[in-house]
């Protein structure tokens, strides 16, 4: 990659934002069909291909993905790949990304045997996103239906059959197989993909997985001798249970020695990469306002650059949605010839068929830009990029474990991950990547992402590690140690949950039934204590929907008309018994348009007509009815019956007390809250229906650390509850 050099993007372009465009509103009626009909027609193409007119496509088709394969740089290792597999237990592989380690390895794996006695390859992943579209990739490379040689395993959803041999999983599922089954006897081989991420569950993973290889080396030798000696077949049999797991460890950062020594000196190889040269640009000035500064860019590389695609990284779900929109208006005040320009997002809780449409080429013509969150640092290879646009951002999880507290903020990214970012504009040839924050700010950034662990509370980590076995907590072999701070105050939270009991060990039933959960605690003991209070109706909607980011949205431009809409629904007692009643609302709306309509897609599009008229958020309701329906999988499967607390809403708001006491706030004179555990001074935010209507008292599900802290998803609450409902808390606090 070239010397990093200034440049003035953005001042060049300031133009371009205000008034240059206003001259084209004319123009705006008819874009939208002009911009459907490319993507239409190319569905139209591909249904003809699943009806086998196009055979001749779909071979060629077959042929491409051949000769892909064999371009990848990985192609040519492997055979050296494969033997290292076979001669090292443990092995650590570094490659840069798109390198075809995730797609590729594992059909390696598969096809020099590894899969014998119907063992599984299980290839892990920080995120959901990457599972389900290397799967997919993984399925059509190997010209199989999805689910069977190849499939996913996901949280909320399991795309994986007996016959599965390379399932691609998110690392917290694979923790989950493991309290089920402890050997993890399925696998022959781990591949932990995207180890340099050090997500907590990646963390955990690692220690976990160093323990199961070596249990099943002694067994495997153990069985071994005892065949040997009596030639017994069932013992072969129990032998070929235990045989040992072979471990793999991917990477793309340069940096494999942590690894290595964590794994008492494992071999480390690396897999040369791709690269073409990247022309790094930084602005003159800070950006005060990123979002801006992104889509000035946007507009800015589609007007005056060559051909080819964007990615801009933003920090989450919020963000992404509201610079679609912006792209989108000012797309409609280009003149018509620029109006080629499509906007895709890509981020963790997207629906995954939307997912998929990053990786579909822009039709003839058009542009395409992909709005990201670091779901494409590594994770997602996207083809088709020549332009990154980076504004030096990322949303990371804080804790703080003096107060206990944990928030989301927005953080300067790593020197590795602005690296790993421009790297995506020179995967296919020479590209540029618009960094939005001037040079000096880039020698200032830390090297390398702090690891998750050290900086989450851990009251997850430890129900899991409790529910394997595993005592002590302090003493576990982390790749990291997390402060001891940090591990006791999460011991101390499942404790006042009832997880643990006084010996601090899992506690029976409530500490069992939370781990079977795959929840955050506070939300799993929600679950378990509206069966005690009759609303776990009510509860599970709401568990649902706060699993999802932001079922409202606000677009800037018509904030009014949105919080009017909202006011259908708002409860005054808060925004849980608001979300309650968009998701009862939501769903009358489906089951109407099923008895008039009986058709799935225009079911889905009254859904979508609905949601855009109520200012909530399609694709977030969608995934929340997802989670909904699995949560009540396991709800059912663990023998607790639905009940309704009907209009009896104190009764739900009780429950919500006696589960989320540790977040409460408490109002003080000047209209802040005081968070009652933490006692830090917090500030309703905007987008609750609390914000006007100051409660005295409150519990909330979320604080966001931004300029001051705000917490989200409050619901007003009546102080004394909290000594009759928490008194383990409480009394004693008081
Ligand atoms: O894991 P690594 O970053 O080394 O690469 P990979 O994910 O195996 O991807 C290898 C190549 O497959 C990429 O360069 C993409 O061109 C392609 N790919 C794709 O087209 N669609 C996907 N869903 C995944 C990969
Ligand atoms: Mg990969």
Redesign the pocket.
Known sequence: MPAPRSCTPLLQQDRLGNGDCTNQERLANGVCKKRDRPANGDCKNQDRLANGDCKNQLLARRQFILQHRKSLPIASVEKRLVEEVRNNDTLIIVGE?GSG??TQLPQFLYNAGFCYDEKVIGITQPRRVAAVTVAKRVAEECNVKLGEKVGYSIRFDDMTSNSTRIKYMTDGLLLREALLDPFLSRYSIVIV??AHERTVHTDVLLGLLKKVQLARSKQHNIIKENANYRENSRSLSQGAKYTSLKLII?SASLDAKCFSEYFGGAKAVHVQGRQYPVDVLYTYQPEPDYLDATLITIFQIHLEEGSGDILAFLTGQEEIESVERLVHERIRQLPERNQNLLTVPIYASLPSEQQMNAFKPAPSGFRKVILATNIAE??V?IPGIKYVIDPGLVKARSYNPVTGTESLIIIPVSKAQALQRSGRAGREGAGKCFRLYPENEFHKLIDSTVPEIKRCNLANVVLQLKTLGIDDIIGFDFMEKPSRMAIVKSLEQLFLLGALSDDYKLSNPVGHQMARLPLDPMYSKALILAVEFKCLEEMLIVVAMLSVESIFYFPREKMEEARTARKSFSSPEGDHITLVKVYRTSAECLEKSKITNGKEKSIEKKLNKWCRENYINYRSLRHARDIHSQIEGHIQQMGFSLSSCGDDMQQFRRCLTASFFLNAGMKQPDGSYRALASGQTVQVHPSSVLFRTKADCIIFNELVRTNQNYVRNVTRIDPLWLPELAPQYYAAHS
């Open positions: 990304t380690k995730t993909d995207e991917m590594t994770s290879t």
